[in-house]
């Protein structure tokens, strides 16, 4: 157990010693962040509504998006996948870890770090776009937001693990990112797509990364739809952290054997 | 039991065939065919606790696939590995315990941090108790000097450095065997020294070495015993002397003389030696086996003739006849043990 504290303090640290990267990291997503407040800005001035959202809803909601698509994801899952096209994974396997549970411990040594964007971030947000709706049932949307980061990497480490098959991560994860950005409601809201692609995202998990916890921000749904979808969140999490152990387990029975 | 008992390993890949080109790959896409490989074919090996065993081939021959099949990275298609009574891929963290492993191609250090803390999460890992821990530091201090390297961000670490830092990770739990997957590849003489006195000190303290290495000067003060691999297969497993004295008795004896003498001279004397001219005719080398001749006897019989300046003699290596072996002149006869 130690072990996997050490790790995740190690990679505090290490996100720390990148702090240029990560401002440049920041800087680029502040900027996606005011093009979309430009953007719905304008689609939804003079009062409009679109999906039910409101001007001043949206901004929550592009709060909400912009603090989940970096919750978990400071260290990344390039790591992950690195570590396993390279061979490094062979290393982990002659030590007595379990591989997957060091990665988590891993990616969550980057929570403070996100913590620290998100929240300088969010007050540069509010300053420049004026208020946002204050934050419906604050207990389940940290929960819900929480639960974000053990299901990111979930996600990640089964989407890395096909580096073993395929020895390159680029197109699975160009693939797998169009995929959940749609899906996940991080582009637009869920409720402003077509039936289908609604339905789809409902059986996916991708929507509890992003969807679920700005509904439960917004008050979009009521404490009873809010439990549901932490609910929801915490059955895609457990489900995919097992998946993800079982993936993990067949695919090191894979392990080529590079260069003799 | 042996510490080590593998019985009839084997592994095989398939690897796609591939016609060369784009055009091969798109009608692989469509017509897939494989070929199989055998990396390791029947390998069975018995390792004593506290032996040092040198597992030596050609590129190619096996030797990284033997480790990873007796290490537990990678499951064989067939045969047995059991390390200490475990089964190495299927109780990979209990065996992870008992063995060290380095592969000198590969770091097991992590990239972004000091040496010190990834020795940190390994001793985490590893369960030691802050005292075990400063013994072993202390212990690699004196070794490998190694607190020098402690502050020093992995990526930073030049080769040498790296692999003496790679050392500490793979031995700081005291492991009971220790694989070594070349542990000196592209490192300096000076280096090369300092690790090999290490594996010196290793063996002495009773553990147990398995080293693979193209570096034959790796394993001439090191171990006893020899296993070569060709093809998958092992070709001989013996001790390390025995080969020397049965395969390596060829000995050479370069002169130089205060005249100039005729070669004929030398050759009529030595029947049984073959004798060469060096550059000028004041120098040769006569080539003997050691069961025919003593390097003494020639010195007594030129002496006879003519004054004697220098002498060196060559002993031959066990590199040379690895050498022999891999380029298929020696066949060595018997599997001893």
Redesign the interface.
Same mark, same amino acid.
Request: no cysteine; aromatic share 8%; glycine share 10%.
């Given at each position: 157990m130690?072990?996997y504290?050490?790790?995740a303090r190690?990679s505090m640290?290490?996100t720390f010693?990148?702090r240029q990267a990560y401002a440049l990291g920041t800087a680029a997503s502040c900027l996606g962040l005011v093009a979309s407040l430009a953007l719905w800005s304008a689609l939804l001035s003079g009062g409009a509504q679109l999906g039910g959202f409101t001007l001043t809803e949206m901004k929550g909601y592009m709060l909400v998006t912009f603090a989940t698509n970096w919750l978990g994801n400071a260290v990344g899952e390039w790591s992950l996948a690195n570590r396993i096209r390279d061979?490094?994974v062979?290393?982990d396997?002659?030590?007595?870890?379990a591989t997957q549970r060091l990665m988590f411990a891993q990616v969550a040594g980057g929570f403070p770090v996100e913590v620290l964007i998100i929240g300088g971030a969010a007050a540069g947000f509010v300053l420049l776009a004026g208020p946002v709706p204050a934050p419906q049932r604050p207990l389940l949307l940290s929960v819900s937001l929480l639960l974000v980061i053990p299901l990111r990497f979930g996600i990640g480490f089964l989407t890395a693990l096909v580096v073993f098959w395929t020895e390159n991560f680029h197109g699975v994860a160009w693939a797998r990112n169009a995929v959940s950005q749609l899906l996940s409601g991080s582009l637009v809201p869920l409720a402003l797509m077509p039936q289908w692609l609604q339905v789809t995202a409902a059986v996916l998990p991708f929507a509890s990364l992003t969807s679920s916890p700005a509904l439960i921000y917004l008050g979009k749904v009521d404490t009873a739809g809010a439990l549901g979808l932490v609910g929801l969140q915490i059955f895609w999490t457990v489900a995919i952290w097992f998946g993800a152990q079982l993936a993990f387990r067949g695919a090191s029975?894979q392990?080529?054997?590079h260069?003799? | 039991m042996a510490l080590l008992e593998a019985e009839n390993l084997t592994k095989t890949?398939r690897r796609p065939e591939k016609d060369p080109g784009l055009k091969g790959s798109f009608k692989h896409l469509i017509q897939r065919r494989f070929t199989t490989m055998t990396?390791v074919d029947r390998v069975s090996l018995s390792i004593e606790a506290g032996e040092a065993v040198a597992y030596v081939g050609p590129?190619?021959?096996?030797?990284?696939?033997t480790i990873?099949l007796l290490?537990?990275? @990678?499951?064989p298609t067939s045969g047995e590995v059991r390390v200490g009574g475990i089964v190495p891929h299927r109780n990979?963290?209990?065996?992870?315990?008992q063995?060290g @492993?380095l592969?000198g191609?590969?770091t097991?250090l992590?990239w972004?941090?000091p040496v010190r803390?990834s020795l940190?999460?390994?001793r985490?890992?590893?369960?030691l108790t802050p005292d075990q821990y400063r013994r072993r530091l202390q212990r690699f201090e004196e070794v490998l000097g190694l607190d020098e390297l402690l502050p020093v961000l992995a990526r930073k670490l030049s080769l040498g450095q790296r692999m003496r830092a790679d050392l500490a990770c793979a031995l700081l739990h005291d492991p009971k065997i220790v694989y070594l997957d070349e542990p000196t590849i592209g490192l300096d003489i000076a280096v090369k020294d300092r690790v090999r006195e290490f594996l010196r000190q290793l063996k002495a303290e009773g553990t147990t070495i398995i080293l693979t290495t193209h570096d034959l000067g790796d394993i001439e003060d090191t171990c006893e015993r020899i296993v070569i691999i060709d093809g998958g297969r092992i070709i001989y497993d013996g001790s390390l002397a025995q080969v020397k004295d049965e395969y390596a008795r060829e000995r050479r004896v370069h002169l130089q003389l205060a005249e100039d003498l005729p070669l004929d001279v030398l050759a009529l004397r030595f029947p049984q030696a073959l004798v060469t001219a060096g550059e000028t005719h004041r120098e040769f080398t006569v080539a003997f086996d050691k069961a025919d001749l003593t390097a003494g006897a020639i010195l007594a019989g030129v002496a006879q003739t003519a004054e004697i300046l220098e002498v060196r003699i060559d002993e031959p290596a066990i590199e040379d006849v690895v050498r022999k072996v891999y380029a298929g002149e020696l066949t060595l006869s018997e599997t001893a043990s």
């Open positions: 130690r072990a504290a050490t790790m190690l640290r290490t010693a990148y061979g490094q062979a290393i396997l002659v030590r007595p870890i029975r392990v080529t054997v260069g003799g | 890949f990396a590129n190619g021959a096996g030797k990284s696939t990873k290490t537990g990275i @990678v499951e990979r963290i209990a065996n992870s315990r063995i @492993v592969f191609q590969r097991q992590w972004d941090l803390e940190a999460l390994l985490d890992m590893y369960d």
